[in-house]
C-alpha cells in the first residue's frame, strides 16, 4: 500500500512505496533544494544517511519480473513534461553559478591522469605510425587521420583516378604542410577574403 504525504515546500501531495516514503520528505529534487538553501546547507543530491549499507535497498536486486513490468509501464511515455524541462534547466544554470557547486562537479586532473592520457595518446599515435608504414610496403596509399598531429585537409576529392586534397584558408597558407605526404596526387588551395 502506497504512502502518502504533503510537500513541506510546495503543499502539493505526492505518493510512493512504502520502503521509498519512509525516508522521502520533499516531492521533487526541486524543493529538497530550496529546503538545504533555507537551513544553509550545501546542495548534496544523495544524503549520506542514505548511502552503501544504509541504503533500504542495499544488497537487493529487482527480479526479471520487476524489471519487465518497470520497462513496460514507462514505455511510451514521456518522463518529462516541456514545463519540468524547463524548470529543470533553469535549475541546473542556477547551481552552475555557485562557485562550490562547480567545484564539486569538475575535478582537476592528477599528474597521474594526466600522464596516463599522454602515454595512451603517444602508444596510439606509435600504433597508427607503425601501420602506415606496412600498409604503404604493401602497396596502400595511406592518410593518417586518427594520431594527435595528424594533417587533414579540409576536402577531400577524387577526379580521374587522381585524389586531391583542398584547404580553405582565410590567411597566408601554410605550402609545407603536406610536404613528404604520398596519399594525394595534388593539394589545391582556395584563398578566401574574410568577411568583416
Known amino acids: 500500500m502506497p504512502l502518502t504525504r504533503i510537500c513541506p515546500i510546495c503543499k502539493k501531495e505526492f505518493s510512493g512505496p512504502n520502503w521509498i516514503m519512509k525516508k522521502k520528505k520533499y516531492c521533487s529534487l526541486n524543493c529538497s533544494i530550496i529546503n538545504l538553501k533555507e537551513v544553509g546547507k550545501p546542495y548534496r543530491f544523495t544524503s549520506e544517511s542514505v548511502k552503501g549499507s544504509k541504503n533500504l535497498f542495499y544488497g537487493r536486486q529487482h527480479t526479471e519480473e ?3 513490468k518497470n520497462r513496460l509501464a ?6 518529462h513534461s516541456e514545463e519540468d524541462k524547463k524548470r529543470i534547466s533553469e535549475m541546473f544554470k542556477k547551481l552552475w553559478k555557485d562557485p562550490n557547486y562547480r567545484k564539486r562537479k569538475i575535478k582537476p586532473l592528477t599528474e597521474e591522469h594526466k600522464r596516463k592520457l599522454i602515454n ?3 602508444q596510439h599515435d ?3 605510425f ?3 608504414k606496412n600498409l604503404e610496403k604493401q602497396g596502400y596509399k595511406c592518410l593518417d587521420i ?3 598531429h595528424a594533417k587533414k585537409p579540409d576536402i577531400i576529392t577524387t577526379k580521374n583516378g587522381k585524389i586531391y586534397a583542398i584547404e580553405i584558408e582565410f590567411s597566408k597558407p601554410d605550402y609545407n ?3 613528404g605526404q604520398k596519399f594525394f596526387d595534388d593539394i589545391i588551395w582556395i584563398i578566401k577574403k574574410e568577411v568583416k
Open 66 to 68: 520487476s524489471k519487465e
Open 126 to 128: 606509435q600504433a597508427i
Open 177 to 179: 604542410k603536406y610536404n
Open 146 to 148: 586518427g594520431s594527435w
Open 120 to 122: 595512451g595518446i603517444k
Open 74 to 79: 514507462h514505455l511510451g511515455k514521456k518522463i
Open 130 to 132: 607503425e601501420e602506415i
